[in-house]
């Protein structure tokens, strides 16, 4: 079954005040540590969808299909309807967000791998029982995710459908996300 995964980096950053994704940790930007952890072999396409020339340009050295979000403060929504129109026919669609600097390769393979597993359901990395990201969503769910408005993402389609979701526990700092400059500075430890 063809599988895609979109990238989402097209934010605004409005909490951290700047292009968070150049922001580096332990030496590395979190948009080169996100590419990174896409196990590119499992999908048929990744799509990157950015508002940033230079995310375009990095996409581009993954041979992964940049995906340009001319309307950023449209909201997730709109990232979300660009990456799946990006991915064009495939049975399921990860959606991995690039401000996660210590989620491992290693653990979104065994995602795609619990979700092969299951393809009917819907797929998270989760600690504690508590759902994070990255999410992998059979094609049966993408009419739900191409409707949602604004700043409404794929959480709105999970909490209609908690029955059909799938959890992948992982280690928490690997969900960890930076919004903030303080919290980027407490994954610098």
């Not at 934010?11 to 292009?19: V, Y």
């Not at 403060?73 to 990232?79: L, N, R, V």
Request: hydrophobic residues 40%.
């Amino acid at each position: 079954m063809k599988l895609g995964c979109v990238v989402m980096a097209a934010g605004n950053a409005r909490r951290f005040g700047e292009n968070k994704l150049a922001a580096g940790v332990r030496g590395r930007s979190l948009i080169l540590r996100a590419l990174e952890a896409v196990p590119g072999e499992e999908f048929e396409r990744v799509a990157v969808v950015t508002q940033y020339p230079q995310i375009i340009d990095l996409a581009k050295q993954f041979h992964f299909t940049p995906c340009q979000n001319e309307h950023p403060d449209w909201g997730i929504s709109h990232t979300i309807q660009l990456g799946l129109e990006t991915l064009g026919d495939c049975g399921g669609a990860m959606f991995l967000v690039s401000d996660q600097p210590l989620l491992r390769r290693e653990s979104v393979q065994a995602l795609v791998a619990l979700w092969r597993s299951q393809p009917e359901k819907i797929a998270a990395l989760a600690h504690g029982g508590v759902r994070g990201n990255p999410c992998l969503f059979p094609a049966r769910f993408f009419p739900e995710l191409q409707a949602l408005r604004e700043d409404h993402g794929g959480n709105a389609v999970i909490r209609r459908h908690k029955e059909d979701l799938i959890l992948l526990e992982v280690a928490e700092k690997e969900l960890s996300d930076v919004d903030t400059p303080e919290a980027l500075r407490e994954l610098q430890d």
